[in-house]
Protein backbone atom coordinates (compact mmCIF):
# COMPACT_ATOMS: atom_id res chain seq x y z
CA UNK A 1 0.00 0.00 0.00
CA UNK A 2 1.22 3.89 -0.86
CA UNK A 3 1.87 6.17 1.68
CA UNK A 4 -0.80 8.40 0.05
CA UNK A 5 -3.39 5.27 0.19
CA UNK A 6 -1.99 4.98 3.96
CA UNK A 7 -3.09 8.51 4.93
CA UNK A 8 -6.49 8.15 3.38
CA UNK A 9 -7.37 4.90 5.53
CA UNK A 10 -6.06 6.53 8.58
CA UNK A 11 -7.80 10.08 8.19
CA UNK A 12 -11.56 7.49 7.29
CA UNK A 13 -11.06 5.67 10.23
CA UNK A 14 -9.15 7.70 13.02
CA UNK A 15 -10.70 10.88 15.26
CA UNK A 16 -8.93 13.97 13.56
CA UNK A 17 -6.03 14.75 16.86
CA UNK A 18 -5.09 10.50 16.34
CA UNK A 19 -4.92 11.19 12.78
CA UNK A 20 -2.69 14.41 12.89
CA UNK A 21 -0.52 12.72 15.62
CA UNK A 22 0.14 9.07 13.46
CA UNK A 23 1.09 11.76 10.59
CA UNK A 24 3.75 13.23 12.30
CA UNK A 25 5.20 10.43 13.83
CA UNK A 26 5.69 7.81 11.06
CA UNK A 27 5.27 10.14 7.80
CA UNK A 28 6.85 13.80 8.63
CA UNK A 29 10.39 13.63 8.78
CA UNK A 30 11.05 17.16 9.67
CA UNK A 31 9.27 20.26 10.87
CA UNK A 32 7.76 20.55 14.45
CA UNK A 33 7.00 17.47 16.88
CA UNK A 34 5.84 16.97 19.99
CA UNK A 35 4.89 18.77 23.03
CA UNK A 36 6.89 18.52 25.71
CA UNK A 37 6.33 19.52 29.84
CA UNK A 38 10.07 20.44 30.24
CA UNK A 39 12.51 21.86 28.27
CA UNK A 40 15.12 19.30 29.51
CA UNK A 41 13.19 16.60 28.57
CA UNK A 42 12.80 18.14 24.72
CA UNK A 43 16.44 18.25 24.71
CA UNK A 44 16.79 14.49 25.29
CA UNK A 45 15.74 14.04 21.90
CA UNK A 46 17.62 16.30 20.33
CA UNK A 47 21.07 17.09 19.17
CA UNK A 48 20.88 21.40 20.17
CA UNK A 49 21.47 24.65 18.88
CA UNK A 50 25.48 24.69 19.51
CA UNK A 51 26.03 21.63 16.99
CA UNK A 52 29.44 21.71 15.20
CA UNK A 53 27.35 20.80 11.94
CA UNK A 54 25.72 23.78 11.86
CA UNK A 55 28.41 26.61 13.03
CA UNK A 56 30.63 24.92 9.98
CA UNK A 57 27.55 24.71 7.70
CA UNK A 58 27.06 28.81 8.23
CA UNK A 59 30.71 29.71 7.86
CA UNK A 60 30.91 28.01 4.19
CA UNK A 61 28.04 29.86 3.32
CA UNK A 62 29.88 33.37 4.86
CA UNK A 63 32.89 32.78 2.60
CA UNK A 64 31.11 32.43 -0.49
CA UNK A 65 28.93 35.93 0.87
CA UNK A 66 32.30 37.88 1.42
CA UNK A 67 33.95 36.17 -1.95
CA UNK A 68 30.60 37.80 -3.67
CA UNK A 69 29.18 34.59 -4.41
CA UNK A 70 26.00 34.99 -2.85
CA UNK A 71 23.99 38.15 -1.01
CA UNK A 72 23.12 36.90 1.85
CA UNK A 73 22.40 33.23 4.13
CA UNK A 74 19.88 32.26 6.39
CA UNK A 75 20.33 29.35 8.44
CA UNK A 76 23.43 28.78 6.51
CA UNK A 77 20.73 28.63 3.09
CA UNK A 78 22.24 30.87 0.47
CA UNK A 79 20.10 33.30 -1.52
CA UNK A 80 21.19 34.70 -4.85
CA UNK A 81 18.92 37.27 -5.38
CA UNK A 82 17.63 40.16 -3.13
CA UNK A 83 14.82 39.22 -0.85
CA UNK A 84 14.41 42.04 1.58
CA UNK A 85 12.20 41.12 4.84
CA UNK A 86 10.54 44.34 4.12
CA UNK A 87 8.57 45.26 7.56
CA UNK A 88 11.50 44.67 9.66
CA UNK A 89 13.49 47.18 7.29
CA UNK A 90 11.23 49.77 6.92
CA UNK A 91 11.37 49.56 11.18
CA UNK A 92 14.72 49.98 11.01
CA UNK A 93 14.85 53.01 8.50
CA UNK A 94 12.30 54.65 10.44
CA UNK A 95 14.08 53.94 13.92
CA UNK A 96 17.38 55.94 11.47
CA UNK A 97 14.93 58.44 10.62
CA UNK A 98 14.63 59.69 14.01
CA UNK A 99 18.31 59.85 14.81
CA UNK A 100 19.43 61.98 12.31
CA UNK A 101 20.58 58.74 9.66
CA UNK A 102 21.94 57.21 12.18
CA UNK A 103 21.93 53.49 14.15
CA UNK A 104 23.27 51.23 16.26
CA UNK A 105 21.69 47.68 16.91
CA UNK A 106 21.95 45.01 19.00
CA UNK A 107 21.69 42.05 16.98
CA UNK A 108 21.49 39.04 19.62
CA UNK A 109 22.01 35.58 18.58
CA UNK A 110 22.76 37.04 14.96
CA UNK A 111 24.94 34.34 13.85
CA UNK A 112 27.17 35.86 11.53
CA UNK A 113 25.37 39.06 10.16
CA UNK A 114 22.74 37.28 8.07
CA UNK A 115 19.96 40.26 8.28
CA UNK A 116 22.47 42.73 7.87
CA UNK A 117 23.72 41.07 4.69
CA UNK A 118 20.07 40.16 3.62
CA UNK A 119 19.51 44.20 3.59
CA UNK A 120 22.71 45.79 2.99
CA UNK A 121 21.61 47.54 0.18
CA UNK A 122 19.62 49.68 2.28
CA UNK A 123 21.19 49.89 5.78
CA UNK A 124 24.76 50.80 3.91
CA UNK A 125 23.08 54.26 3.02
CA UNK A 126 22.52 55.12 6.58
CA UNK A 127 25.43 55.48 9.65
CA UNK A 128 25.03 51.84 11.03
CA UNK A 129 26.86 50.01 13.39
CA UNK A 130 25.78 45.99 14.17
CA UNK A 131 26.81 44.48 16.54
CA UNK A 132 26.17 40.90 17.31
CA UNK A 133 25.81 38.81 20.49
CA UNK A 134 26.44 34.91 19.43
CA UNK A 135 28.33 31.75 20.86
CA UNK A 136 32.08 32.09 21.32
CA UNK A 137 32.97 30.37 18.19
CA UNK A 138 30.97 32.34 15.61
CA UNK A 139 32.22 35.43 17.71
CA UNK A 140 36.05 34.47 17.00
CA UNK A 141 35.21 33.47 13.48
CA UNK A 142 33.52 36.69 12.70
CA UNK A 143 36.07 38.73 14.33
CA UNK A 144 39.04 36.87 12.33
CA UNK A 145 36.87 36.84 8.58
CA UNK A 146 33.93 39.41 8.57
CA UNK A 147 35.95 42.25 7.11
CA UNK A 148 33.14 44.77 7.34
CA UNK A 149 33.74 47.13 9.39
CA UNK A 150 29.96 47.69 10.23
CA UNK A 151 29.70 44.59 11.94
CA UNK A 152 30.73 44.45 15.60
CA UNK A 153 30.95 40.37 17.54
CA UNK A 154 30.20 40.28 21.04
CA UNK A 155 30.42 37.15 24.01
CA UNK A 156 28.12 38.78 26.05
CA UNK A 157 24.86 41.18 26.61
CA UNK A 158 26.67 43.63 29.12
CA UNK A 159 29.88 43.63 27.17
CA UNK A 160 27.98 44.88 23.97
CA UNK A 161 25.80 47.49 25.53
CA UNK A 162 28.13 49.07 27.57
CA UNK A 163 30.73 49.27 24.40
CA UNK A 164 28.26 49.94 21.19
CA UNK A 165 25.48 51.94 23.24
CA UNK A 166 23.03 51.29 21.21
CA UNK A 167 19.29 51.64 22.04
CA UNK A 168 18.13 49.70 19.77
CA UNK A 169 17.46 45.89 20.19
CA UNK A 170 16.50 43.03 17.26
CA UNK A 171 15.79 39.65 18.90
CA UNK A 172 15.38 37.33 15.26
CA UNK A 173 14.56 33.71 15.34
CA UNK A 174 16.43 33.85 18.63
CA UNK A 175 13.46 33.31 21.75
CA UNK A 176 12.43 30.01 20.46
CA UNK A 177 15.34 28.26 21.00
CA UNK A 178 16.24 29.75 24.74
CA UNK A 179 15.42 27.43 27.63
CA UNK A 180 13.65 30.38 29.63
CA UNK A 181 12.46 33.10 27.10
CA UNK A 182 10.38 34.77 29.71
CA UNK A 183 13.48 35.83 32.17
CA UNK A 184 15.61 36.31 29.41
CA UNK A 185 12.24 39.10 28.20
CA UNK A 186 12.89 40.67 31.74
CA UNK A 187 16.22 40.76 31.93
CA UNK A 188 16.84 42.61 28.24
CA UNK A 189 13.96 45.09 29.45
CA UNK A 190 16.32 46.33 31.99
CA UNK A 191 18.04 47.91 29.92
CA UNK A 192 15.55 50.20 28.89
CA UNK A 193 16.20 50.39 24.75
CA UNK A 194 13.70 52.56 22.90
CA UNK A 195 12.87 49.84 20.19
CA UNK A 196 12.81 46.47 20.27
CA UNK A 197 12.54 44.46 17.28
CA UNK A 198 10.91 40.66 17.03
CA UNK A 199 11.21 38.93 14.27
CA UNK A 200 10.46 35.40 13.24
CA UNK A 201 8.81 34.19 16.13
CA UNK A 202 6.66 31.46 16.50
CA UNK A 203 3.16 31.39 17.71
CA UNK A 204 0.29 29.55 18.22
CA UNK A 205 -3.73 30.26 18.74
CA UNK A 206 -3.59 28.48 21.55
CA UNK A 207 -3.61 30.35 24.94
CA UNK A 208 -0.65 27.93 26.31
CA UNK A 209 3.00 28.01 25.54
CA UNK A 210 4.41 25.12 23.83
CA UNK A 211 7.88 23.73 23.65
CA UNK A 212 8.06 21.17 20.85
CA UNK A 213 11.29 19.98 18.75
CA UNK A 214 12.64 21.23 15.36
CA UNK A 215 13.90 19.15 12.90
CA UNK A 216 15.60 20.66 10.57
CA UNK A 217 15.58 19.32 6.76
CA UNK A 218 18.59 17.57 5.62
CA UNK A 219 18.77 19.78 2.29
CA UNK A 220 19.88 22.81 4.99
CA UNK A 221 21.88 20.52 7.48
CA UNK A 222 20.85 17.20 9.39
CA UNK A 223 20.00 18.92 13.30
CA UNK A 224 17.40 19.20 15.39
CA UNK A 225 16.73 21.45 18.78
CA UNK A 226 14.06 22.36 21.34
CA UNK A 227 11.58 25.37 20.19
CA UNK A 228 9.14 27.47 21.89
CA UNK A 229 6.06 28.45 20.01
CA UNK A 230 3.99 31.46 21.98
CA UNK A 231 0.94 31.78 22.90
CA UNK A 232 0.71 35.73 21.52
CA UNK A 233 -1.46 37.35 24.39
CA UNK A 234 1.34 35.75 26.98
CA UNK A 235 4.36 36.98 25.04
CA UNK A 236 3.07 40.42 24.66
CA UNK A 237 2.32 40.77 28.32
CA UNK A 238 5.51 41.63 29.34
CA UNK A 239 6.76 44.18 26.61
CA UNK A 240 3.45 45.96 27.03
CA UNK A 241 4.01 46.93 30.37
CA UNK A 242 6.81 49.45 28.93
CA UNK A 243 6.16 49.50 25.79
CA UNK A 244 3.65 50.23 22.44
CA UNK A 245 3.23 48.12 20.08
CA UNK A 246 3.99 50.02 16.53
CA UNK A 247 3.71 47.33 13.85
CA UNK A 248 2.86 43.77 13.87
CA UNK A 249 3.22 41.24 10.68
CA UNK A 250 3.69 37.67 9.00
CA UNK A 251 7.27 37.44 8.89
CA UNK A 252 7.33 33.86 6.76
CA UNK A 253 5.57 31.55 5.62
CA UNK A 254 2.02 30.49 6.44
CA UNK A 255 0.15 28.82 9.26
CA UNK A 256 1.05 25.68 9.89
CA UNK A 257 -1.37 23.06 11.25
CA UNK A 258 0.09 20.75 14.24
CA UNK A 259 -1.88 18.19 15.54
CA UNK A 260 -5.32 19.23 16.21
CA UNK A 261 -6.96 20.75 12.79
CA UNK A 262 -8.23 24.19 15.14
CA UNK A 263 -4.53 24.47 16.33
CA UNK A 264 -1.62 25.83 14.28
CA UNK A 265 1.27 28.24 14.81
CA UNK A 266 2.49 31.32 12.87
CA UNK A 267 6.05 33.13 12.37
CA UNK A 268 5.21 37.24 13.34
CA UNK A 269 7.53 39.80 13.95
CA UNK A 270 6.45 42.83 16.03
CA UNK A 271 8.57 46.65 15.98
CA UNK A 272 8.00 47.53 19.89
CA UNK A 273 8.66 51.74 21.08
CA UNK A 274 8.88 52.65 24.72
CA UNK A 275 5.98 54.57 26.25
CA UNK A 276 6.90 57.82 26.55
CA UNK A 277 6.05 57.32 30.25
CA UNK A 278 9.05 54.97 30.59
CA UNK A 279 11.90 57.46 28.45
Not at 66 to 74: C, K, L, N, S, V
Not at 90 to 116: A, C, P, R, V
Not at 123 to 143: S, T
Not at 213 to 235: E, G, L, N, V
Amino acid sequence: MKKSEIKIFLKKFLPPYIYHLMIDLFFKKYGWFGDYKHWNLATQFSEGYDSNIIFEKVCEASKKIEHGDAIFERDSLLFFKQDNNWPLLSNLLWISSQQNGKLSIIDYGGSLGSTFFQHKEYLNKIDIKWNIIEQENFVNYGRLNIIDKKIHFYLNFEECYVKSKSNTLLLSSVLPYIENPFDFIKSILKYNFNYILVDRTYFTNSSQNRITIQKISPTIYDASYPCWIFSQKDFEKEFLKRYTIKSEYISVGKKIKIYKPTSYFYSKGFFFVKKEDQK
